[in-house]
């Protein structure tokens, strides 16, 4: 049973910032790219970002590029979002997923894994 479980969500005021974790229990963590996505209730679940399996290469979406940064650590089965210069609209559930590549073609169900998800709030 592969589980990945996210960390570090909360609430934080705009121009926060704060560092989501996902820890993955799986054997091999170096064979997966590692994405995150958010979601709002009532709108469609939304790409964020992705690493490579080796850490070497990421992806951004626009609306996160130079604020957001994704990083894993393979040694501790961890990727992170660090989220700086955060708005209100970063508002979202946020969760962790495990696929064959980091890319923005990639569509939800591509992903072999998800995590449950972490609740971060940023209030004006």
């Known amino acids: 049973q592969v589980q990945l479980v996210e960390s570090g969500g909360g609430s934080v005021q705009a121009g926060g910032s704060l560092r989501l974790s996902c820890t993955v229990s799986v054997s091999h963590f170096d064979d997966y790219a590692m994405a995150w996505f958010r979601q709002t209730p009532g709108k469609e679940r939304e790409w964020v970002g992705c690493i490579n399996w080796s850490g070497e290469s990421t992806s951004y979406a626009d609306f996160v590029k130079g604020r957001f940064t994704v990083s894993r650590d393979n040694a501790k089965n961890t990727v992170y979002l660090q989220m700086n210069s955060m708005k209100p609209e970063d508002t979202a559930e946020y969760f962790c997923?495990?696929?064959?590549?980091?890319?923005?073609?990639?569509?939800?169900?591509?992903?072999?894994?998800w995590g449950q998800g972490t609740p971060v709030t940023v209030s004006s």
């Open positions: 997923a495990a696929g064959k590549m980091c890319s923005i073609l990639l569509r939800p169900e591509d992903y072999d894994y």
